[in-house]
């Protein structure tokens, strides 16, 4: 991309920008693509550009049509632009055989296993993959060759936990001198401590680093925004930016449609926090395409020409078809789901989709037929209280706290396994205790019993965006050998979770989708993940779709004809699916979601005469 080709504020964007960026914020607010389109844009500057991905679901591969691994990888048709994925298994796998490794043939076989037992948790994963993360950060022989790092994150939650783990690890190094730990010996990771105290530097250095809060005009959006700029501030990196993607404005003032879509972003701009409106602002228009290939990253920094939202396009599937048959909608999923009269249901997908909308809806839906609901969240950045708005009868609310189950579990720990140690013994396993993969057990002993709680009526979870929830998922073998290294014994909730989850008669999961490419695609890979584990899918919901509504304005009739390709990618995935249309007001749409919402769309779907 040209620097000439580029729109005057994101030109100034680019030439403010420090060496290292980071794109962040919540699920499907845009951060790849945003991330994407300025590693372009600063290659096409003749910079030497290296993007990363942080997200264990990372889709860099589809946006920038090029298959990834660990290492950097030259896209071809972007002139000093490479792109690297962090996958943490692989990651986990290396760090593995570099501990064990130099004791094959040294120490007993019996030792070796004893080690690579130790090293099957989910503590391992999360340190391998943050020791390739410090290492693009903090050690400048990894990065030499490039002038720019662009990191393009995990949704919000995901990253603070990856932005808090510096300061996290070097404070358990700093306060723990000795024994073992998790990850081994406690010794074998003071090396690492030089690292990690520098990757901290590194985020903390308004020379170096600038992290970009990326929202749409959404309140919902704009308040987890705000919320992780707190956060941050907390862990001491000052230097912020936000980005404002998909900006809309009606171009036909005579569609209904356009002209809600474009009042609720500017409502959600009126009430923007104060922290937020005062930070310096890049607004990105809403495109009529999706932004999947260079051509398409190319369009989001430039000058956007009012033609750009009528010029032509060759959908790979005509709409007409899906536009002359009756999409099936939400609320006919339901006598299926309440039949059983109990068990859990899941709300799985990436980032931004409306998991917690779904969710929500479902479990208000389920409480005005008779049935008691909780509902409740694995997503680091609740947001069920939110979106339930004020209390509902029936339907009790929660969320895992990660600091209480902490606290819980230790105190757990130390009453069972503690309790027949001598102080020698007890002071190493409450440094044991004080590491940061603590939380990842805690956490997913609570998952455990929330799941339990379904053999005696509704639950309702809405998990996080795909990688952290598959992370949790693919979790429940190795925790379980961690609880009966810690404890001596697994709680029956943890034993039976497996199980549980392969029962499709007791857990339903949702797998919610927008429909356009990267969500579609991402849901697709979830489900052949799940499948692997031995767990199917109840249905799809492809949420906030056009198709089923009338539209005139050029953005939105070319938005529109898209969605039918991905329609029919569903209809040959899914067992079941439905789809829901796009909904003007948020509220309706959380409590309405499974009423009758076909009679709605099929009147917005009516011609006009």
Not at 313 to 328: I, N
Not at 342 to 355: E, I, P, Q, Y
């Amino acid at each position: 991309m040209s620097e000439h080709d580029l729109a005057p504020a994101a030109h100034a964007f680019l030439a403010r920008a420090p060496r290292i960026l980071f794109f962040t914020g919540k699920g499907g607010v845009g951060k790849t693509s945003v991330a994407c389109a300025t590693a372009h844009a600063l290659a096409g500057r003749g910079e030497r550009v290296l993007l990363v991905s942080t997200d264990p679901a990372s889709n860099l591969d589809e946006v920038l049509e090029t298959p990834l691994g660990a290492a950097p990888c030259a896209i071809a048709a972007a002139t000093g632009l490479s792109a690297l994925n962090i996958d943490p298994e692989a990651a986990a796998r290396a760090y593995r055989e570099r501990v064990v490794g130099p004791y094959r043939g040294v120490l007993p076989e019996a030792a070796v296993r004893s080690i690579e037992e130790q090293l099957s948790g989910a503590c391992t994963v999360e340190i391998a993959a943050f020791d390739e993360f410090s290492k693009l950060l903090a050690q400048s022989e990894a990065t030499r060759d490039f002038d720019r790092i662009v990191f393009d994150t995990a949704p919000t939650g995901h990253t603070l936990r990856l932005l808090e783990l510096p300061a996290a690890w070097t404070g358990f190094l700093e306060a723990n001198a000795g024994g073992t730990s998790c990850l081994g010996p406690l010794a074998g990771l003071q090396a690492q401590r030089e690292l990690y105290a520098a990757a901290r530097a590194a985020l903390a250095d308004p020379r170096r680093t600038l992290l970009v809060l990326v929202s749409r005009e959404e309140r919902a959006a704009l308040r987890e925004a705000e919320r992780t700029r707190g956060e941050l501030a907390a862990l001491g990196i000052s230097r912020l930016e936000l980005v404002l993607n998909g900006r809309f404005r009606a171009q036909d003032r005579s569609d209904p449609i356009a002209l809600a879509l474009e009042r609720r972003g500017e409502d959600a701009l009126r009430a923007i926090p104060a922290g937020l409106a005062d930070l310096p602002r890049l607004e990105l228009p809403l495109l009529p395409f999706g932004l999947v290939g260079l051509d398409a990253l190319r369009a989001l920094l430039r000058e956007a020409p009012a033609s750009i939202a009528t010029a032509p396009v060759a959908p790979r599937v005509s709409s007409e078809p899906v536009l002359r048959e009756a999409l099936p909608t939400l609320d006919a999923l339901l006598p299926e789901l309440e039949g059983a009269r109990r068990g859990v249901v899941f709300t799985m997908g990436k980032g931004g989709v409306g998991k917690t909308t779904v969710a929500t809806s479902l479990a208000v839906a389920l409480a005005r037929r008779g049935h008691p609901v909780h509902l409740t969240t694995t997503d680091p950045a609740a947001h069920v209280v939110d979106a339930l708005g004020e209390p509902v009868a029936g339907v009790r609310v929660s969320r895992i706290d990660p600091v209480a189950e902490t606290r819980a579990y230790a105190a757990e720990v130390l009453r069972t396994a503690g309790a027949s140690l001598d102080a020698k013994g007890r002071a190493l396993l409450e440094e044991d205790l004080r590491s940061p993969c603590t939380e990842e057990i805690a956490v997913f002993r609570a998952f455990a019993r929330i799941v339990a709680e379904g053999e005696h009526g509704f639950v309702v979870i809405d998990t996080a965006p795909t990688g952290h929830t598959l992370l949790l998922l693919d979790a429940a073998e190795s925790y379980h050998r961690e609880v009966l290294r810690t404890s001596g014994q697994a709680p029956e909730e943890v034993r039976r979770l497996l199980p549980r989850l392969r029962d499709a008669s007791y857990s339903r999961i949702l797998l919610v989708a927008l429909p356009e490419a990267t969500p579609v695609h991402e849901a697709a890979a979830l489900q052949r993940d799940l499948a692997r584990a031995g767990i199917q899918p109840f249905a799809w919901v492809l949420n906030q779709c056009l198709l089923p509504l009338s539209v005139t304005d050029p953005v939105l009739v070319r938005r529109r004809a898209a969605e039918a390709r991905f329609v029919a990618e569903v209809r040959e995935l899914a067992p079941r699916f439905a789809v829901v249309p796009w909904c003007a007001d948020q509220r309706d749409e959380r409590l309405e979601l499974f009423e009758a919402r076909s009679a709605a769309a099929e009147a917005s779907a009516r011609p006009r005469r």
